[in-house]
Structures are given as C-alpha cells and as structure tokens.
C-alpha cells in the first residue's frame, strides 16, 4: 500500500504543477523503500507453500513481474495522450497497487501449518482424552490423557551474518546485481530505444514504442518458466542460469546488429532476448533464493528464507539502480556503448557462477554414475529371480 500511495503521490505533482527535483527524488525513495519490503516477503510465503519442484513453480508463478511491466506499461501508453496527461500513468496503476493489497492483506495464508492450527489440534485431541476413562488416558500433571499441550518450537531467526556464509548466497546475490543491470536498463530505456531507432525504414511513436517494447516482458514470462523447468530437470540452478546469461549475449548483440531490419526481426529478437535476460533473473529471485534459504548449513530454517532472499534481491536492486543510470550517460556518446555495457554485464554474471556450474556438473556426473549403478544390481537381481523361477520349475518336473 505504501509503494501505491507514494506512486500516486508522483502522479499528483502534474496537477499539483510541482516541478521540484527533490519532491520527486523523495517519492521514488519511499516508493522504493515499502517496494523492497515485498519480494523477500512474497518469496519466503512462496517457499513455505511449495518445496518441491521450486523451479517450475516458482517460475510460473514469477510470471507475474513481467505480466505487471506489460500492464503498467500499457496502461501508461493509454493515458499518455491528452486529455489524460502524465500524472495518470502513475495514478491508475498505483491505485491497482493500493486493491492489490488490501486483497492479498484480506486473504493471503503466510504458511500451510500455523501455530494456532496446531494449539486447536491439541485442544481437540485434549477435549477427546478427556471424554475417555481408561487406563490408558490418565491423569498427568493436570491434564487428561496424558496428553501434553506442547508449544510450538519457535525456529530462531538468522541472522544477516549467518545468512552470508551460507554456501552460493554471495555469488548469487552479486550476479543477480548483474542480472538486473541488464534487465532493468531493457524495462527503462527499450521504449526510448525503439522510439530513436528506425525500424523497417521509420521510426515508431511514443506509444506505438511502448506497446512494442512489452514483447521483451512476453519472452521473459517464457523464460522464467523454462528456465525453472531446465533447473528442475537437471537439478543445476547454477548451470541453467549461466547457460542462459551466456545465451543472452549474444541474444543482445543480434538484437542490436539486426533489430533495425523490420518490425517483425525487431519484436522475434526482443522476445527471444527477453527469455534469455529474465531467465536467470526469475530463477535466482525465487527458486534460487528459496533453495539457499532452507539450505542444511542453518538446518532447514523457513526463517532463514526472507533473510536470504532479501540480501540476494537487494544487491539486485543496485543493480537496478545503475543500470539504467549508466544508460542516461553512455547513450550520448552511442547506443553501441549501452549495449557493451550490458554484454559486459551479462557475461560478469555468468562468470561469477563459474564456481557453481562446476559443482552441478560434478553432481550431474555423480547422479549419473548412481543411476548406472542401481541399474545393473535391479539387473542383476532381476537375472536372479529368473535363474531361481527357472531352477524351481525344473525340481517341480
């Protein structure tokens, strides 16, 4: 609600005719302070619902973030033009944010199993015993049955020191800073880009851009579900993430060198290019951070989960905060500038899961080595039933 409200306070300053510099520097800071409170939040809620196949589900599930950059981007293209003004592309979808959570306060459940689920279990087992008169429900301590009213063990909370030396979390947390580099210069800069650029032999309007440039979202829907599924399949978060970065690469520079060759290369690349920069990205905000969050080094711990995933997405989010400022300078000396940043950018990500990708192949060989293995003793002892099924029809002639 805080995010909506700042947001709408942004939007109020084209009726209010502010002009002022701080005003807006003040809003986008609190916007973002009660925003970055939301992910870990979401992720570890996520975490405590699904435990199995993470990556898949959390990938269908993180389709969301890019369905929400469409939306918001064509709901401010839609009101752009008069008689609406600017002030309205942040007051509709700040007010969407201020619904949104009212219904998610009103009807979110943080966790399948509650503390106070378990105490009315208890009560009812309690009530039951009581009902009962044999020598097996006997009075104990005061209470019937034997039956002991036990208070749910509270999980000690990590801490943020604990949480760092938890093996993967660093390496993650600095290539998701990369990641978003990259992805949050695309969701702030591509419509201007597309807008400078001319396409097919024109150049497009500014909300003809806009609506153009959500394709990029459309990709990383599918790419943060493949990505997930990929990592599910294989096992290898780590593998599938840097695969996907180094893809990305060059994904982008054939998006640069050719995306100015018609409408129809344009939009097949941006998507494309889209998969492979938010792939990543979606898998290591969810399934990643979920993975290290419940890690055996703090044995198991939900609590750690939110912490975790909070230091991951917060290095992400200076990421973010440079990227699309790095863009604002290097895009007057050349676009060629911006997009060496960002190849630069996505391969320092890749190569900070160097580490990583060599432990999943390591654990891919080992799986594989253990498949074989159990493979030839099912073998054999198939082969032994049959010699023993064989030898027992024999006597019995």
């Given amino acids: ?21 701080s005003y807006f520097i003040v809003m986008q800071v609190m916007a973002g302070l009660f925003q970055s409170t939301g992910w870990p939040s979401v992720v570890a809620v996520m975490g405590n619902w699904f435990t199995g196949k993470r990556g898949l589900i959390m990938g269908i599930w993180n389709a969301h973030t890019s369905t929400g950059n469409i939306l918001g981007a064509v709901v401010a293209a839609a009101v752009l033009s008069p008689p609406w003004g600017w002030g309205w592309s942040f ?21 399948p199993e509650r503390d106070d689920d378990h105490d009315r279990i208890q009560l009812v087992h309690l009530r039951s015993a009581a009902r009962l008169d044999t020598p097996d429900y006997r009075e104990s301590d005061g209470t019937r049955g ?28 600095f290539c998701l800073f990369f990641c978003k580099l990259v992805a949050y210069t695309f969701l702030y800069w591509l419509p201007y880009y597309i807008n400078q650029e001319s396409i097919g032999g024109r150049h497009l309007s500014p909300t003809e851009s806009a609506q153009v440039s959500i394709m990029f979202d459309v990709g990383g ?58 792939g990543p990205y979606a898998l290591i905000t969810t399934a990643v951070s ?34 699309p400022s790095l863009t604002g300078y290097l895009a007057e000396y050349s676009w060629e500038a911006v997009f060496l940043m960002l190849y630069l950018s996505a391969f320092t990500a890749a190569v900070l899961l160097t580490g990583l990708v060599f432990s999943d192949l390591r654990a891919i060989r080992e799986r594989s080595k253990m498949s074989k293995q159990n493979g030839h003793v099912s073998s054999m002892q198939e082969l032994g039933e049959m010699e023993t099924h064989a030898l027992l029809g024999s006597d019995m002639e």
């Avoid at 306070?9 to 002022?20: K, P, T």
């Avoid at 080094?297 to 905060?321: E, N, P």
Wanted: hydrophobic share 50%.
């Fill in 146 to 173: 034997g039956i002991h009213k036990k208070p749910s063990e509270k999980q000690k909370p990590v801490g943020i020191g604990m949480a760092l030396r938890i093996p993967g979390v660093l390496a993650y947390a």
């Fill in 91 to 111: 007051i509709l979808p700040g007010w969407m944010m201020i619904m949104g959570a009212v219904l998610v306060y009103g009807f979110l459940v943080p966790t």
């Fill in 221 to 278: 829907v599918f790419g943060g579900i493949a990505a997930g599924h990929l990592s599910d399949q294989f096992q290898a978060r780590g593998l599938v993430s840097a695969i996907f970065l180094y893809s990305s690469i060059l994904m982008l520079y054939l998006y640069k060198s050719f995306g100015t060759i018609s409408l129809a290369v344009n939009i097949a690349l941006m998507v494309i290019s889209g998969a492979f920069v938010n």
């Fill in 1 to 21: 609600m805080g995010t909506g409200a700042f947001t709408v306070l942004v939007g109020m300053a084209y009726f209010w005719n502010i002009h002022s510099y």
């Fill in 290 to 323: 979920a993975d290290l969050g419940t890690h055996e080094s703090v044995h198991g711990s939900a609590r750690a989960l939110a912490t975790v995933t909070a230091i991951i997405d917060g290095m992400g989010s200076l990421g973010a905060c440079v990227g």
